[in-house]
């Protein structure tokens, strides 16, 4: 760890472990049905960004090649992506979501949605609110 002042080190422990006990609390308003969050994770990666190959999803979930084939494998036997040839490299496939995912990724998005909006309205005040939205902003910063 670097040398930091001892208030920032704390502030900044207090904003991981918040964000941890934040993914978890979120993730457990998905309702993925049968899916890990992994699973979950990669069908909404294809949904928000379109068809991908097993390559290009793979790299961007931090997987070998092999194991999202595998994966890919698994959810197309479940009904949850098809493959079309890549007009740019035939040799590949491009592999998108099917409508029954869709609606499962958009559903479990819509859960948390609704839950977050929910505890926002019940927990703090308008002009609390209006704290948050600027703490947003100034966090945006982090990943920026």
């Given at each position: 760890?670097?040398?930091?002042?001892?208030?920032?080190?704390?502030?900044?422990?207090?904003?991981?472990?918040?964000?941890?006990?934040?993914?978890?609390?979120?993730?457990?308003?998905?309702?993925?049905?049968?899916?890990?969050?992994?699973q979950?994770?990669?069908?909404?990666r294809l949904?928000?960004?379109?068809?991908?190959?097993?390559t290009a999803?793979a790299?961007?979930?931090?997987?070998?090649?092999?194991?999202?084939?595998?994966?890919?494998?698994?959810?197309?036997?479940?009904?949850?992506?098809?493959?079309?040839?890549?007009?740019q490299?035939?040799?590949?496939?491009?592999?998108a979501?099917?409508?029954?995912?869709?609606?499962?990724?958009?559903?479990?998005?819509?859960?948390?949605?609704?839950?977050?909006?929910?505890?926002?309205q019940?927990?703090y005040?308008?002009?609390?609110?209006?704290?948050?939205?600027?703490?947003?902003?100034?966090?945006?910063?982090?990943?920026?």
């Amino acid at each position: 760890m670097t040398d930091s002042n001892p208030k920032t080190a704390a502030l900044a422990e207090a904003l991981r472990s918040f964000i941890g006990n934040f993914k978890r609390r979120l993730r457990a308003q998905s309702h993925a049905g049968e899916l890990s969050w992994s699973q979950f994770a990669m069908l909404s990666r294809l949904e928000r960004d379109g068809p991908s190959t097993v390559t290009a999803l793979a790299k961007a979930e931090g997987m070998r090649p092999q194991s999202m084939g595998a994966t890919i494998r698994d959810f197309e036997a479940a009904g949850h992506v098809t493959g079309t040839p890549d007009p740019q490299d035939g040799r590949q496939t491009l592999w998108a979501v099917t409508p029954k995912a869709r609606e499962l990724v958009l559903a479990a998005r819509a859960a948390r949605q609704d839950w977050l909006l929910a505890a926002i309205q019940k927990n703090y005040s308008p002009e609390e609110q209006d704290d948050i939205a600027r703490a947003v902003k100034l966090l945006e910063r982090i990943v920026e």
